[in-house]
Every structure is written in structure tokens, then in C-alpha cells.
């Protein structure tokens, strides 16, 4: 009777524990492909933003069918490890849904793109494709304060749809399909393309896209205009194979100067379309390689500079690459007769700037003097021809442009300044530097607004070696990592690694985010840091990647941002100026030039107004750089912002969700504090699925097997009955985060226990005292969840309690850490002390903290299996030597002196404790 009583009893209890097991297993597993769809979620939002941005709307019906479906997984995943707890998550996903539905609709209803003209200011290095090399190539000079006068771009999109006018696309690809044929000369089939490309008038949406934009950048540019009858502007092409390495079409297309009004903007524009089909023009595409029936053009109207001079500038000396020298040409009024080659040019050929660095700093600000040393104007004057110049071009007061005889006076004179020639050599150096390669730079100079940069372009060069020669001068970048948001900027280093730093940034009295331009340096990709990215030149961040929440909120504000910088926190330091060229993921030092104009360019930047977008209709603001459709714009707020960035302010909430975005992030954090609150929920069914772990330390806790975790152990028919499991070592550990937790607790010379002093025994005794009244009383179980590369550890230490929830495995983007420590037995004071302590060894670590009284929060994500290793065996260490800390932290210097000597690796804190007594004493 007794053998079946105990059989009963023991089948009841075994029973339960396996279905206790299975359902943990399950939610274990719930979580992980939780976690794999939270990915994907964050992939498919990233391609549908760039395919709203480009106007590429073919593929956004099936992402986002993909991605409402994974959504609705997820709140289907996180209500089964939560038991239910945020069914409210699906009618919210309905209601959103059915708004997305109407604005597909709406986007598949137009009639075409209508996204014809775009400022420079708001063109990124991606838009290229619709926009052309050169306009894209100089707005992004423009982000890094260097002076490129101001403008707007008329797409590719335009060209399409102007070509599509009447079936001239058609026409046009008959004539030349003959010329590829031999069945009509190049000659004929150009004259009668141009011809009726002219004939043809231009749509009233291209028009009036056109005529808004000039009169916005008219109204922008009123000081540089005489009258508001004069405004006058170049219209040139930008096309999309323009201005590359392989094909620099130099020469091939029109450029209009000195362009006034709404109707010679008209003609104008369609004088560059047309040249496009000249016989120079189609002869080089085909021999290029390039099929002339394939074209797109867009044109750069940009203000007309009113130059005194202007010329071309190489970098590198084509017809002597060694000889570290710059080859600049100069010819009076406008530059025409510089490119064409057709009047007499001044050349000069200044020595590379590197070494007057110094020199420069005062000449690049605006100088009252105008006083250079006379070093320097040796090496820029030297090698110099001034030649006799015989005329100029200049802008006629009703539009276009004149030849102009020059006095013998003038004909004699060099046209260039040498302060005038030492910016113009600074700015050529640094495009060259931003770029990667030497540059073919078209230049302009003003009485009023000195130098200006019309155009940069990648410099080919014949000399052999010259490449590899150039790569090899160049200095070696501060960092490198992986392009999250496009753009190059300059801007002054902030590093953060706290909640108390975004405090200090956003709130702080000492805040300049409106006065100098900012580039945050983070350790992760921390989403809080979202309200700063609009006020900021740019973000770089060690640990993370291009789809996280932060990316996708940079790429929404169009800030320049780079991933995976790896030890960008601890190279770079508070205040250091940089240049963040997020194009080509490289960080360089910031020379003294620009650290002036990068601040009055900021300055401007985010003193411009809110107002209409020309040509499309839609909405812009300081914070916004992207400019779509109305109809895109419906459709993308549904989807891309991500309003839930604080994630312990009172306003993280499901009442916040107002996009498929902040679903995404609320049922992920929601999901992770679910499992890292799970072992509590089942610790009471756990029995025989505790196995005890024993490793040497004064630190035991019972592991729970969740998949892969630890060695089955064999055991006999009675141990089995009365559920006893036999203590197992690290070699029977399989759980990767369990065993780096191990190697931590297990480090030589780490002390676990210190003596508290006189001053702290009474709080430790009232605590004792106390204590069996708690939740979790001191000598209650620490256990943890274990699978193969998941580690979920709930333990209670003398008086505080410590909690640590992290996958490492080969998956980066679902890797992370989250830890929190609570308590102490010596008082608020002195926990406080030992919080303050653990913030200081978690941030040098990488995490991101928040401490609140005796609370410490910290988290790192999105690091490599290999990181997220290293940084729990650290964790294990912080066990032991955190262990009764507080009984020794007297004084507010201890959490620093004792966090020194943890980071040096001295963890025996009785040594570190009467050294510092000694010292005291001493």
C-alpha cells in the first residue's frame, strides 16, 4: 500500500512537472521565433521606406501584406508568453490595417509619380538614381557646410514623363534603334530628336514643379538676387551616369547661365533634355557601351553665382600625379571659356596644404586683414602663369550671356588672391579626402560671396601607379563601420552611454545641440536616443545594425548614421571635431577649416522655416530631409516613425502606437520582459526539473533545462522516483551564455565576501531582522533557465537581488543582454554607492544604465556572439565582487576607487579595502 501511495504521488508529481516543462520549453521557443520575426519585421520596413522614397511602388503591396502578417504574429506571440495579456494588440492591428489598405488604394489610383523637383538640401546619396550624380554629389558638399550654391534638382522622373509627351519617347527610340542599325546617320537622327524635343511643350505638372521651385529658392536667395525682376539662375544636366569614375560625360551636355523667369526656364530646361541627343552626346554613349534608347537626365538649377572669375581645379597634377601638386586654372567672368578651352586661362599649381595647416586655420574664417604668411604664399604662387587674358564672359541684365574685351590692365593681373587661392586649395583637398580619390572640381569666385563649388567629379588619371600612390598618402580613418543612414557631415563628438547623458544633452543648461553641430557617439544602438537624432549632424554607434529601430529613425530624419563602429566610444572623445562620411562608413579627423562653417551651416540649417515642398504638394519641416508625395507620405506615416522611444516613460504605452512601427517596438519590449519574468511563473511546478550547479563558489543556483542547456544525467529508478538530481559542473554545462556566466564566477582571485564595517552592522542586522517578511527571503533558490545559447537568471545574494536575461549565439541581430540589481543590506546610502559603482564598470563595458536609488537597469544589443561572451563572464565577476559591497562603501569616492581597480583587474576587494584604509591613514 505504502509502494502504490508513493508510485500515486510521484506519478502526480512527475506529471505536473512535464507539462510545467513542456509549456516552459514552449514559451521558450514562442520567444525565439518571436525574435526572428521581430527582424524581419524591421528588414521589411526599411525596404519600404526606400522604395517610398525612390517612388518604386511595385514591390510596397507585397512587403506590406508580408508585413502586417508578421505583426500579427507577433502579438500572437507575445499573448502566448504573457497568458494573454495584450489581446487588446489585435483590434489596434485591424483599425490600422484597414487605414493602410485605403492608402494603397490611394497610391495605386495616381496617375504617375509626381515627385518632379527636390531642393538640395534634401537629396541623399542613394537618390543618385533619380536625381543624377552631380546634383546628389553636391548636395552632399552642401551637408558638410562646404559653400555649393544653393538649388533644386528636376528628376529623372521628369524626363520620363516629358519624353512620354505626344509618343515622342517613341520617336526618339525609332531614330536612334536606326542610327544602332546603320540605317541613319548619328548627324540626322540628332537634329531631328533636339528638333522636336523643343517643338514640345512641357506638361503643366513638370511646369508648374518647375516655376514653384524657382520662385521658393527665389524667395530663399533674395539677398544674392539684384531685383526681384533679376533673379537668375544656371540650368545644367545631372544625369544618372554623369560624373562617375567610368563614364564622366564631360562636355557632352548643354549648361544654361544666367537664366530669368518662368519661361526661359522652360526653354532651358528642354535645350538640356534636348542636348542629351546630341551627335557628341549619342557617339559617346555608344561608345561607351551605353545604349542610347536607355536615357534618363535630370537637370540642376541652381543660383547664378556672379563671378569675377571662375575656373577648374584638379586635385592631383594630371601631367606630373608625384609630384604633390594641384593643377587650378582661372579665366575671367564666368567659367565657360575655362571648360571649353577656348581663351587664355591663368594656371596655378600650389603645393598640397597638409603641412600649413595652421596657416589655413585663420584663412578659411573670414579674415578682416587678409594677411597670409609669407611661407605660404611662396608654395601657392610658386609655378604660377599668369597669362594675358583677352576677355570675359559675363551675365546680361535680361538673361543669358555676353563677351566682355578686357583693359591691359585687368588682361595682366592675377585673378586669384592668394587668400582666395588658399581656401579654393583647402576645399579641393577636402572633397579629395571625402571622396577617396583626386577630384576634377569646377570652381567660382564673387567679390560678395568668395569662392563657390559648382561641380566634383571623380579625376581619371593616365599616369600608372597613380592611384595606388594617392591611396597610400592618405591618412588612415579614425573608424570604420557599415552605413545605416546616407550622408557625409562635420560635427563635434558626443559620447552616450547613459540615460543620464541623453538627460544632460536634451535638458542640460550647457545644451548647444542649436549652436553646434552634434555627432552622437553611442555604444549601442539605443532607441531613446531618437529625439536627438533631427537635432543632431550625425550618429555613430559600436554595436548594431542598418535595420535596427535607431536606422530606421535616422534614414526617417535623413541624419547621416554608421553601425558596427566597434570602438567608437573609447576612440573618440567628448568635443572632437570629425567628419562622418556614413556614404563610405569611414570617420575622419576634422581639421580646424571647417569646425567654423560647419557651425554657421548648422546655425542656418535649423533656423529655415517650415514651409511647401515645390511640385508635390507635400508638408516639410526642420526635422524632416525626405520629401515624397502626399500619397507616399499617408502611406509611410502608417508604417516608418517610431514615436515609442522612451521605454520607461510614463508614455510607453499601446495608447502611443500610432504606426505598424511602434507595434513592432512595443511587443518587443513587452516579450522580453515577459520571458525575463518567466522563471517565477513556474518555480512552483519546478521539482524535478531543478538541477543543482555547483562550481567551487560561494554562488549556487538550480538550472532548469529549456533545450540543449546541460548533459542529461543518468540516474537510478529511485533517484527518479524521489526526483534528486546529482550537482552538476561546467562539464556538464552546454548552454553557451551559462558557461561564460561560469567562467566569470570562477576567475582567480576573486573575493566573495567582504567584512562590513562598524558603521553598517546595524542596518544589516534591522535587515536581517526584516527580511523573512520579503517576496524572496534571504536563502531562497537562485535558479536559471538554460538552452543552448539562451540564459535566464533570477538570483537572490545576501540582500539584493540580481536578474540577467541574454542570447549569444551566431544571429547578432537577436543577441542581447538585459541585467538589473536591486538592494543591499547597509542602507539606501551605501546601495546607492554600490549602484553607482555598477553603472561605472556597465558603461565602460558598452551597456546602456539607468540607476534609480539602489536600482541599476542596463542592456546591450545587437553585439557579436563573441562580445556578448565576454561581457557575462565580466558579469560573473561583478557577482563576486559586488557581493556585501556595500558594507564597505563609506564615502561617495568609493564607487570610483573600487570600479578603477575592477577595470585594472584586481578583484579581491579586502586587498583593495585595507589599501585604501592604508591610504587613508597614510
Same mark, same amino acid.
Request: net charge negative; aromatic share 6%.
Given at each position: 500500500?505504502?509502494?502504490?501511495?508513493?508510485?500515486?504521488?510521484?506519478?502526480?508529481?512527475?506529471?505536473?512537472?512535464?507539462?510545467?516543462?513542456?509549456?516552459?520549453?514552449?514559451?521558450?521557443?514562442?520567444?525565439?521565433?518571436?525574435?526572428?520575426?521581430?527582424? +524581419?519585421?524591421?528588414?521589411?520596413?526599411?525596404?519600404?521606406?526606400?522604395?517610398?522614397?525612390?517612388?518604386?511602388?511595385?514591390?510596397?503591396?507585397?512587403?506590406?501584406?508580408?508585413?502586417?502578417?508578421?505583426?500579427?504574429?507577433?502579438?500572437?506571440?507575445?499573448?502566448?508568453?504573457?497568458?494573454?495579456?495584450?489581446?487588446?494588440?489585435?483590434?489596434?492591428?485591424?483599425?490600422?490595417?484597414?487605414?493602410?489598405?485605403?492608402?494603397?488604394?490611394?497610391?495605386?489610383?495616381?496617375?504617375?509619380?509626381?515627385?518632379?523637383?527636390?531642393?538640395?538640401?534634401?537629396?541623399?546619396?542613394?537618390?543618385?538614381?533619380?536625381?543624377?550624380?552631380?546634383?546628389?554629389?553636391?548636395?552632399?558638399?552642401?551637408?558638410?557646410?562646404?559653400?555649393? @550654391?544653393?538649388?533644386?534638382?528636376?528628376?529623372?522622373?521628369?524626363?520620363?514623363?516629358?519624353?512620354?509627351?505626344?509618343?515622342?519617347?517613341?520617336?526618339?527610340?525609332?531614330?536612334?534603334?536606326?542610327?544602332?542599325?546603320?540605317?541613319?546617320?548619328?548627324?540626322?537622327?540628332?537634329?531631328?530628336?533636339?528638333?522636336?524635343?523643343?517643338?514640345?511643350?512641357?506638361?503643366?505638372?513638370?511646369?508648374?514643379?518647375?516655376? &514653384?521651385?524657382?520662385?521658393?529658392?527665389?524667395?530663399?536667395? !533674395?539677398?544674392?538676387?539684384?531685383? %526681384?525682376?533679376?533673379?537668375?539662375?544656371?540650368?545644367?544636366?545631372?544625369?544618372?551616369?554623369?560624373?562617375?569614375?567610368?563614364?564622366?560625360?564631360?562636355?557632352?551636355?548643354?549648361?544654361?547661365?544666367?537664366?530669368?523667369?518662368?519661361?526661359?526656364?522652360?526653354?532651358?530646361?528642354?535645350?538640356?533634355?534636348?542636348?542629351?541627343?546630341?551627335?557628341?552626346?549619342?557617339?559617346?554613349?555608344?561608345?561607351?557601351?551605353?545604349? =542610347?534608347?536607355?536615357?534618363?537626365?535630370?537637370?540642376?538649377?541652381?543660383?547664378?553665382? =556672379?563671378?569675377?572669375?571662375?575656373?577648374?581645379?584638379?586635385?592631383?597634377?594630371?601631367?606630373?600625379?608625384?609630384?604633390?601638386?594641384?593643377?587650378?586654372?582661372?579665366?575671367?567672368?564666368? #567659367?565657360?571659356?575655362?571648360?571649353?578651352?577656348?581663351?587664355?586661362?591663368?594656371?596655378?599649381?600650389?603645393?598640397?596644404?597638409?603641412?600649413? !595647416?595652421?596657416?589655413?586655420?585663420?584663412?578659411?574664417?573670414?579674415?578682416?586683414?587678409?594677411?597670409?604668411?609669407?611661407?605660404?604664399?611662396?608654395?601657392?604662387?610658386?609655378?604660377?602663369?599668369?597669362?594675358? $587674358?583677352?576677355?570675359?564672359?559675363?551675365?546680361?541684365?535680361?538673361?543669358?550671356?555676353?563677351?566682355?574685351?578686357?583693359?591691359?590692365?585687368?588682361?595682366?593681373?592675377?585673378?586669384?588672391?592668394?587668400?582666395?587661392?588658399?581656401?579654393?586649395? %583647402?576645399?579641393?583637398?577636402?572633397?579629395?579626402?571625402?571622396?577617396?580619390?583626386?577630384?576634377?572640381?569646377?570652381?567660382?569666385?564673387?567679390?560678395?560671396?568668395?569662392?563657390?563649388?559648382?561641380?566634383?567629379? =571623380?579625376?581619371?588619371?593616365?599616369?600608372?601607379?597613380?592611384?595606388?600612390?594617392?591611396?597610400?598618402?592618405?591618412?588612415? @580613418?579614425?573608424?570604420?563601420?557599415?552605413?545605416?543612414?546616407?550622408?557625409?557631415?562635420?560635427?563635434?563628438?558626443?559620447?552616450?552611454?547613459?540615460?543620464?547623458?541623453?538627460?544632460?544633452?536634451?535638458?542640460?543648461?550647457?545644451? &548647444?545641440?542649436?549652436?553646434?553641430?552634434?555627432?552622437?557617439?553611442?555604444?549601442?544602438?539605443?532607441? &531613446?536616443?531618437?529625439?536627438?537624432?533631427?537635432?543632431?549632424?550625425?550618429?555613430?554607434?559600436?554595436?548594431?545594425?542598418?535595420?535596427?529601430?535607431?536606422?530606421?529613425?535616422?534614414?526617417?530624419?535623413?541624419? @547621416?548614421?554608421?553601425?558596427?563602429?566597434?570602438?567608437?566610444?573609447?576612440?573618440?572623445?567628448?568635443?572632437?571635431?570629425?567628419?562622418?562620411?556614413?556614404?563610405?562608413?569611414?570617420?575622419?579627423?576634422?581639421?580646424?577649416?571647417?569646425?567654423?562653417?560647419?557651425? $554657421?551651416?548648422?546655425? $542656418?540649417?535649423?533656423?529655415?522655416?517650415?514651409?511647401?515642398?515645390?511640385?508635390?504638394?507635400?508638408?516639410? &519641416?526642420?526635422?524632416?530631409?525626405?520629401?515624397?508625395?502626399?500619397?507616399?507620405?499617408?502611406?509611410?506615416?502608417?508604417?516608418?516613425?517610431?514615436?515609442?522611444?522612451?521605454?520607461?516613460?510614463?508614455?510607453?504605452?499601446?495608447?502611443?502606437? +500610432?504606426?505598424?512601427?511602434?507595434?513592432? !517596438?512595443?511587443?518587443?519590449?513587452?516579450?522580453?520582459?515577459?520571458?525575463?519574468?518567466?522563471?517565477?511563473?513556474?518555480?512552483?511546478?519546478?521539482?524535478?526539473?531543478?538541477?543543482?550547479?555547483?562550481?567551487?563558489?560561494?554562488?549556487?543556483?538550480?538550472?532548469?533545462?529549456? #533545450?540543449?542547456?546541460?548533459?542529461?544525467?543518468?540516474?537510478?529508478?529511485?533517484?527518479?522516483?524521489?526526483?534528486?538530481?546529482?550537482?552538476?559542473?561546467?562539464?556538464?554545462?552546454?548552454?553557451?551564455?551559462?558557461?561564460?556566466?561560469?567562467?566569470?564566477?570562477?576567475?582567480?582571485?576573486?573575493?566573495?565576501?567582504?567584512?562590513?564595517?562598524?558603521?553598517?552592522?546595524?542596518?544589516?542586522?534591522?535587515?536581517?531582522?526584516?527580511?523573512? +517578511?520579503?517576496?524572496?527571503?534571504?536563502?531562497?533558490?537562485?535558479?536559471?533557465?538554460?538552452?543552448? %545559447?539562451?540564459?535566464?537568471?533570477?538570483?537572490?545574494?545576501?540582500?539584493?537581488?540580481?536578474?540577467?536575461?541574454?542570447?549569444?549565439?551566431?544571429?547578432?541581430?537577436?543577441?542581447?543582454?538585459?541585467?538589473?540589481?536591486?538592494?543591499?543590506?547597509?542602507?539606501?546610502?551605501?546601495?546607492?554607492?554600490?549602484?553607482?559603482?555598477?553603472?561605472?564598470?556597465?558603461?565602460?563595458?558598452?551597456?546602456?544604465?539607468?540607476?534609480?536609488?539602489?536600482?541599476?537597469?542596463?542592456?546591450?544589443?545587437?553585439?557579436? $556572439?563573441?562580445?556578448?561572451?565576454?561581457?557575462?563572464?565580466?558579469?560573473?565577476?561583478?557577482?563576486?565582487?559586488?557581493?556585501?559591497?556595500?558594507?564597505?562603501?563609506?564615502?561617495?569616492?568609493?564607487?570610483?576607487?573600487?570600479?578603477?581597480?575592477?577595470?585594472?583587474?584586481?578583484?579581491?576587494?579586502?586587498?583593495?579595502?585595507?589599501?585604501?584604509?592604508?591610504?587613508?591613514?597614510?
Amino acid at each position: 500500500m505504502f509502494k502504490r501511495l508513493l508510485q500515486y504521488y510521484t506519478d502526480r508529481k512527475q506529471n505536473r512537472e512535464r507539462i510545467a516543462l513542456e509549456e516552459l520549453k514552449a514559451r521558450y521557443h514562442t520567444f525565439r521565433i518571436f525574435l526572428e520575426n521581430n527582424g +524581419r519585421a524591421l528588414e521589411l520596413i526599411t525596404g519600404i521606406d526606400a522604395n517610398l522614397i525612390r517612388g518604386e511602388e511595385r514591390d510596397i503591396r507585397k512587403a506590406t501584406d508580408e508585413l502586417l502578417g508578421i505583426i500579427s504574429e507577433l502579438i500572437d506571440g507575445l499573448n502566448l508568453l504573457s497568458d494573454s495579456s495584450y489581446t487588446y494588440l489585435y483590434p489596434m492591428h485591424g483599425q490600422l490595417s484597414e487605414k493602410l489598405f485605403a492608402a494603397l488604394k490611394e497610391l495605386a489610383d495616381l496617375p504617375g509619380d509626381r515627385n518632379y523637383c527636390i531642393p538640395l538640401d534634401e537629396l541623399e546619396t542613394e537618390s543618385y538614381l533619380y536625381t543624377g550624380r552631380k546634383a546628389a554629389n553636391l548636395a552632399q558638399l552642401r551637408k558638410i557646410a562646404l559653400p555649393v @550654391p544653393n538649388g533644386y534638382v528636376c528628376t529623372t522622373h521628369a524626363c520620363k514623363d516629358f519624353l512620354g509627351t505626344n509618343d515622342l519617347a517613341s520617336e526618339i527610340r525609332h531614330l536612334l534603334r536606326g542610327v544602332e542599325q546603320g540605317q541613319m546617320d548619328v548627324a540626322t537622327a540628332s537634329n531631328k530628336i533636339r528638333q522636336q524635343i523643343r517643338q514640345t511643350a512641357l506638361p503643366e505638372e513638370i511646369a508648374s514643379a518647375l516655376a &514653384d521651385s524657382y520662385d521658393l529658392l527665389k524667395e530663399s536667395e !533674395r539677398e544674392t538676387s539684384n531685383s %526681384d525682376n533679376t533673379f537668375a539662375i544656371s540650368v545644367r544636366s545631372s544625369g544618372v551616369s554623369e560624373d562617375s569614375i567610368e563614364h564622366s560625360f564631360a562636355g557632352q551636355f548643354a549648361s544654361i547661365l544666367n537664366v530669368i523667369g518662368h519661361q526661359s526656364l522652360y526653354d532651358a530646361y528642354k535645350q538640356v533634355i534636348a542636348s542629351g541627343f546630341s551627335e557628341r552626346a549619342i557617339s559617346y554613349r555608344m561608345n561607351a557601351g551605353l545604349s =542610347p534608347v536607355d536615357f534618363n537626365l535630370a537637370v540642376l538649377c541652381q543660383v547664378m553665382v =556672379p563671378a569675377k572669375c571662375a575656373g577648374v581645379m584638379f586635385t592631383v597634377d594630371p601631367s606630373d600625379p608625384s609630384s604633390n601638386r594641384m593643377l587650378i586654372s582661372a579665366v575671367p567672368g564666368l #567659367g565657360t571659356l575655362a571648360v571649353e578651352g577656348s581663351a587664355p586661362a591663368d594656371l596655378y599649381r600650389p603645393l598640397r596644404p597638409a603641412q600649413f !595647416r595652421s596657416d589655413l586655420e585663420e584663412e578659411i574664417k573670414p579674415f578682416p586683414s587678409g594677411i597670409i604668411s609669407e611661407d605660404r604664399a611662396a608654395q601657392l604662387m610658386d609655378g604660377a602663369q599668369i597669362n594675358t $587674358k583677352t576677355i570675359r564672359e559675363v551675365a546680361t541684365p535680361s538673361g543669358g550671356i555676353h563677351q566682355e574685351t578686357l583693359s591691359e590692365e585687368e588682361a595682366q593681373a592675377s585673378l586669384l588672391t592668394l587668400q582666395e587661392l588658399g581656401k579654393l586649395v %583647402d576645399y579641393g583637398e577636402l572633397i579629395e579626402s571625402l571622396e577617396g580619390r583626386g577630384q576634377d572640381i569646377e570652381w567660382a569666385c564673387s567679390e560678395k560671396t568668395g569662392i563657390s563649388i559648382l561641380q566634383a567629379r =571623380p579625376l581619371r588619371l593616365t599616369a600608372k601607379g597613380s592611384r595606388k600612390r594617392r591611396q597610400q598618402d592618405e591618412s588612415e @580613418p579614425l573608424l570604420t563601420g557599415i552605413c545605416a543612414s546616407s550622408g557625409k557631415t562635420t560635427g563635434q563628438v558626443q559620447l552616450i552611454n547613459s540615460s543620464v547623458d541623453l538627460a544632460k544633452l536634451t535638458y542640460g543648461s550647457n545644451n &548647444d545641440l542649436d549652436k553646434v553641430p552634434c555627432i552622437l557617439v553611442l555604444s549601442q544602438s539605443i532607441v &531613446d536616443a531618437a529625439s536627438l537624432i533631427p537635432k543632431c549632424a550625425g550618429t555613430i554607434v559600436d554595436i548594431g545594425n542598418p535595420t535596427d529601430h535607431l536606422s530606421c529613425i535616422a534614414r526617417e530624419q535623413g541624419v @547621416p548614421m554608421i553601425t558596427g563602429a566597434e570602438k567608437g566610444s573609447s576612440t573618440l572623445k567628448n568635443g572632437q571635431w570629425i567628419i562622418l562620411d556614413a556614404d563610405s562608413g569611414v570617420v575622419r579627423e576634422a581639421g580646424p577649416s571647417l569646425q567654423d562653417a560647419a557651425i $554657421k551651416a548648422h546655425i $542656418k540649417r535649423h533656423g529655415k522655416r517650415p514651409g511647401r515642398r515645390p511640385g508635390t504638394g507635400g508638408q516639410a &519641416d526642420e526635422n524632416t530631409k525626405k520629401t515624397i508625395s502626399p500619397e507616399r507620405e499617408k502611406l509611410r506615416n502608417m508604417i516608418v516613425p517610431l514615436n515609442l522611444t522612451d521605454t520607461y516613460g510614463a508614455t510607453f504605452s499601446h495608447l502611443e502606437c +500610432r504606426s505598424f512601427h511602434d507595434m513592432i !517596438r512595443f511587443t518587443h519590449e513587452m516579450a522580453v520582459l515577459s520571458m525575463f519574468n518567466t522563471g517565477d511563473m513556474i518555480m512552483d511546478y519546478a521539482g524535478g526539473m531543478l538541477h543543482p550547479l555547483e562550481i567551487g563558489v560561494p554562488f549556487s543556483f538550480l538550472v532548469i533545462d529549456v #533545450g540543449g542547456g546541460i548533459r542529461r544525467d543518468k540516474k537510478s529508478s529511485l533517484l527518479k522516483q524521489l526526483a534528486i538530481h546529482k550537482p552538476l559542473s561546467t562539464d556538464d554545462v552546454l548552454s553557451v551564455p551559462l558557461l561564460a556566466l561560469c567562467e566569470g564566477l570562477t576567475t582567480p582571485g576573486l573575493s566573495w565576501h567582504t567584512e562590513p564595517d562598524a558603521g553598517a552592522m546595524a542596518d544589516v542586522f534591522s535587515r536581517g531582522m526584516f527580511d523573512k +517578511r520579503g517576496a524572496r527571503p534571504l536563502g531562497s533558490f537562485n535558479y536559471a533557465l538554460a538552452a543552448r %545559447d539562451y540564459l535566464n537568471l533570477n538570483a537572490r545574494v545576501e540582500f539584493h537581488f540580481a536578474m540577467l536575461d541574454a542570447i549569444c549565439g551566431r544571429d547578432t541581430h537577436a543577441n542581447y543582454i538585459r541585467f538589473r540589481f536591486k538592494g543591499g543590506g547597509a542602507g539606501m546610502e551605501r546601495s546607492h554607492r554600490r549602484a553607482l559603482f555598477l553603472q561605472i564598470i556597465l558603461e565602460h563595458n558598452g551597456f546602456y544604465t539607468t540607476v534609480v536609488g539602489d536600482l541599476v537597469t542596463a542592456s546591450l544589443t545587437g553585439a557579436s $556572439k563573441q562580445t556578448v561572451y565576454e561581457q557575462l563572464i565580466m558579469l560573473g565577476r561583478l557577482f563576486g565582487f559586488s557581493r556585501f559591497l556595500d558594507g564597505i562603501m563609506t564615502d561617495d569616492n568609493s564607487p570610483h576607487l573600487l570600479a578603477n581597480a575592477f577595470l585594472e583587474g584586481k578583484y579581491d576587494t579586502r586587498e583593495i579595502a585595507a589599501a585604501s584604509l592604508e591610504q587613508l591613514n597614510s
